[in-house]
């Protein structure tokens, strides 16, 4: 029999968003363009050269204008928390200039007025894959050291204007995706194909030293903030028993648990110098940088959506559907419509994983299930019936009581996409992810009207009862 699942008092229960993915309006209030104004297709399409009218992020679903409303109905939820980002190029339209965009600010000011009139916590993250175009096309984002001062001082900006209304912050969005989608995270403007490993591990490396900057920031500047890092965490499991899956599935594990060792020890470890070694790498650090990333995180955050596989056999590598991050399909488990593959286990074994590999307190700040949903009418009322999304929800919550039972400390889970946004790897709205249906189409038709699915209800009562429905 297993022990009842309770949640800590005071647990953040809420929903996550990012700003390119809904808030639209991509060229008002003095906003200056991002690398996502310009992938119509995400990251399964070439960027174009000037924002085109496919691209459904342009508009998003208008929550510029409309997040009063949104909150208004994430408040009715009971959401403790709301995660969501800054556009950097709202507050820096082009990222290398003196001074901000007030009217960016202000814009932000009004949404934290919104927050707190409904008593949920915010939970900011800087960067969320929205690096000004300007620095992608003038440095190649990344690969240029120069980045860590603009960084830098959009972050101190941030600090400084609502360090005293935002206790939680994340620096940047999925951190260890750079490697892989080098334009969409790290704004770097060289197709990924020209790009050398020597250029890519450097930029991975300004970026975490550019975290453990604003780190080093916040401490002087907002001393109540609490920092965390956010990476996109994959568990991994041996295709087979042998010794030689189960040390590709350690090599696969070491390439996305360095950005967390880094974070959390504030220094490279040994296993990732030796890969540096044996590519013939040899990367520029500084003894600034060196002091910099000894400035380590308060918590440790992360999206969790698919467990995969790892083989050593080059006969058994084949990618697995949608899956940026490489390792190969599990053939124990079901996927998503998108190839994503459903694992609530999982969850409860990352959860481990990380904890006793950091002791930080974790926070899952994205989980949820993409689907096509269907607007019906039950009783007079347009809804959607997403008992798939009810469920998939429902299982991932309990390995995370799961998690909770096992001793590791959890702050908070906020769903992603709480209200249906533009998806981020296929730039569509039809890859649906909210308690919140929006009424626009893949072909930018629509009312942007909202109408709650049933899960709005569902996750409502898990929130009232603190998880003891689930
Ligand atoms: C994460 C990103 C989000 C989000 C989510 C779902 O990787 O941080 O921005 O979009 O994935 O992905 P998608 O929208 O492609 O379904």
Sequence with gaps: MSTQITFPDGFLWGGATAANQLEGAYDQGGKGLSVQDVMPRGIVGPRTAEPTPDNLKLVGIDHYHRYAEDIALFAEMGFKTYRFSIAWSRIFPLGDEEAPNEEGLAFYDRLLDELEKHGIEPL???SHYETPLHLAETYDGWTDRRMIGFYERYARTLFERFGSRVTYWLTFNEINSLL???FMSGGINTPKDELDEQTLYQAMHHELVASARATRIAREVAPNAQIGCMVLSMPVYPLSPSPADALAVMDFDHSNL???DVHTRGAYPGYFLRTLREKGIELEITDQDREDLAHTVDFVSFSYYMSVAATADPAKKVSGEGNIMGGVPNPTLEASEWGWQIDPVGL??????????WQKPLFIVENGLGAKD????VDGVKTVVDDYRIAYLNDHLVQVGEAVLDGVDVLGYTTWGCIDLVSASTAQLSKRYGFIYVDRNDDGSGTLERFKKKSFDWYTEVIRTN????
């Excluded at 998880?467 to 689930?470: D, I, N, T, Y």
């Design 258 to 260: 360095v950005y967390g």
């Design 180 to 182: 892989h989608a080098p």
């Design 348 to 357: 409860r074994i990352v959860l481990n994983q990380f904890w006793d590999r």
């Design 374 to 377: 269907q607007l019906v009418e």
């Design 124 to 126: 900011v993250t800087i």
């Design 467 to 470: 998880g003891a429905s689930l």
